[in-house]
């Protein structure tokens, strides 16, 4: 009677080890992305690698193979995508990119549906004690020869502003700013090695001195140089004869120069329409933007190493475990 008990345990035990293998094979055939492989792009920003490897963890919960990002400048992430050597970006602002997406094919080419992550604003701050004491609160008073030579850091007597790299998509705004304005004369846009540039100027601030720059949000700089404590927002006029998509006054009557953004998922038609999972995927994520500025600022703090940003990834899906969970369980749903 035992042997026969220990017989039966025995097969009961390899029934269900059988039936287990089975469901976990049938499980991994039904990923919609198995055998697919995705390679993401991110720009020379390392703060954009957070909000993209949130994506690429979404994309391997659905099978897919994803590959470390590549990193390149944004007009060139365009290009890449749109050809189909990349898979997708997650760094794609509108307006402010607008012209990468049209130059290089738009909708024929390009996948762009959902937004992302909301309301990234841009413009030129300059400190706050300065503001203070010379009552400026417009670009166009950087005319003055007096205003420009407070924030000078090279001699000449012109402001310097602390600008874009070149490739960015943000340069060509600030050079339309300082052309359509009349403020080549007075000011010079300083260009090179953002991430150098802007510890120089948080150097400058820190040591008592008058700072001019531009910045964008979500982007760790706001933290330490906090907007409306330390600096303030440049007011800047439309430029002359302009309309349509060059007025850039908010709907609060503010104007900063710059419409509010929000960024998209860009990614490659051709591979979303074979990969409808993943293209229900980019439609419905979003990360609020306070959450990528927060991460910035770990990075910005020493936490910058690419096992910090993969424990950060980790810390912000555990709390959006729900959310994640949501989006993955949408987008399988997609293909069936």
């Known amino acids: 009677m035992n042997q026969r008990n220990n017989r039966r345990t025995a097969l009961t035990g390899i029934v269900t080890a059988v039936l ?83 130059r290089n094919g738009g909708a024929k080419v390009f996948y762009r549906e959902g937004v992302f992550s909301t309301n990234a604003a841009q413009g030129y701050l300059i400190d706050k004690a300065t503001a203070d004491k010379y009552k400026i609160t417009d670009i166009m008073q950087l005319k003055d020869p007096k205003i420009a030579k407070l924030f000078d850091t090279d001699g000449d007597g012109k402001a310097d502003l602390t600008g874009c790299n070149p490739g960015w998509g943000c340069e060509l705004a600030i050079n339309k700013h300082l052309k359509g304005l009349g403020l080549e004369g007075s000011v010079t846009h300083r260009q090179g090695n953002y991430a150098a540039l802007i510890a120089d100027t948080i150097a400058r601030y820190q040591s008592g001195k008058p700072v001019l720059y531009y910045v964008w949000t979500p982007y760790w700089v706001n933290g330490v140089l906090q907007p409306g ?43 979303t ?18 959450d990528i500025t927060a991460q910035n600022l770990l990075m910005r703090n020493g936490e910058n190493k690419t096992a910090d940003i993969n424990r950060h990834v980790d810390s912000w899906i555990k709390k959006n475990q729900a959310r994640f969970d949501g989006w993955v369980k949408e987008a399988a749903a997609a293909v069936k």
Not at 59 to 72: F, R
Not at 256 to 264: A, M, S
Not at 278 to 287: D, E, P, R, S, Y
Request: proline share 6%; hydrophobic share 40%.
């Open 20 to 102: 287990l293998s089975t469901a976990a094979h049938a499980q991994a055939q039904d990923l919609p992305g198995k055998g697919v492989d995705a390679l993401p792009l991110l720009g020379t920003v390392d703060e954009e690698m957070f909000q993209t490897l949130i994506v690429s963890r979404a994309l391997e919960k659905l099978g897919y193979s994803v590959k470390a990002p590549k990193g390149l400048e944004n007009g060139t992430e365009h290009v890449v995508v749109a050809q189909g050597d990349a898979t997708f970006m997650a760094n794609h602002w509108i307006p402010l990119h607008q012209s990468f997406y049209d």
């Open 229 to 271: 404590k330390d600096v303030v927002w440049l007011q800047v006029p439309n430029i002359p004869g302009a309309q349509g998509d060059d007025d850039t006054r908010l709907p609060n009557g503010k104007n900063y120069g710059f419409k509010v953004n929000n960024q998209y998922i860009l990614a490659n038609r051709k591979w």
């Open 273 to 290: 329409d074979a990969n409808p999972a993943a293209a229900k995927l980019f439609a419905i994520m979003q990360v609020p933007i306070e």
